[in-house]
């Protein structure tokens, strides 16, 4: 029975409050970690909140993500606009993937409007700021069901919400 959802944050996202605050706002990393941890206990499941600045370990998480979590929650940072191998990995994946941009991408350069990681996402979540993580682990929470979720019970269909439902029904 797994109840952790991994929530991944890839480059410069280590330097969120002091980077670009007229982009990306005020908190820091650290304050959203810790937001996130007070819903998640709220919600009843345990996460894994990481950030690298390095595609590969990006890469061994997910795959680690795939043997252990219930859902993933995304923001690829840049890695979204030009990382196939993290597209890859994610479609190996055996549960939902929720990726999330603080700002709203498609409002900034058209650079940003492709993202290789949305092609692999069950749904995509951008410019809610900081909030966006909040509101993505509150999607997971729904998705999951008090206490009723099992991750090997769910497969990789893209419609994430009905086939872990279908999962927690027969467990
Ligand atoms: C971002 C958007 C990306 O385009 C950018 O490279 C980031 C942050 C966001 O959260 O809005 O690093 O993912």
């Not at 900034?108 to 993202?115: D, G, K, L």
């Amino acid at each position: 029975m797994s109840r952790t959802v991994y929530l991944l944050n890839g480059p410069n996202l280590n330097l969120l409050g002091k980077r670009e605050p007229h982009i990306y706002g005020h908190e820091t990393l650290a304050d959203v970690e810790a937001q996130c941890r007070t819903l998640a206990a709220e919600l009843d499941f345990s996460i894994e909140f990481r950030q690298s600045n390095v595609e590969f370990q990006i890469i061994d998480w997910i795959h680690e993500a795939r043997e252990n979590a219930a859902a993933i929650v995304i923001n690829p940072g840049a890695f979204t606009h030009t990382s196939i191998a993290i597209m890859d990995a994610l479609n190996a994946r055996k549960c939902p993937v929720f990726e999330v941009h603080i700002s709203n991408v498609h409002q900034r350069e058209s650079f940003r409007h492709h993202s290789y990681v949305s092609l692999a996402a069950t749904g995509v979540m951008a410019g809610f700021g900081t909030h966006g993580y909040s509101l993505a682990l509150r999607h997971v929470a729904q998705l999951l069901g008090k206490g009723a979720a099992n991750a090997s019970g769910i497969n990789k269909d893209r419609q994430g919400f009905r086939v872990m439902k279908e999962a927690a029904e027969t467990t």
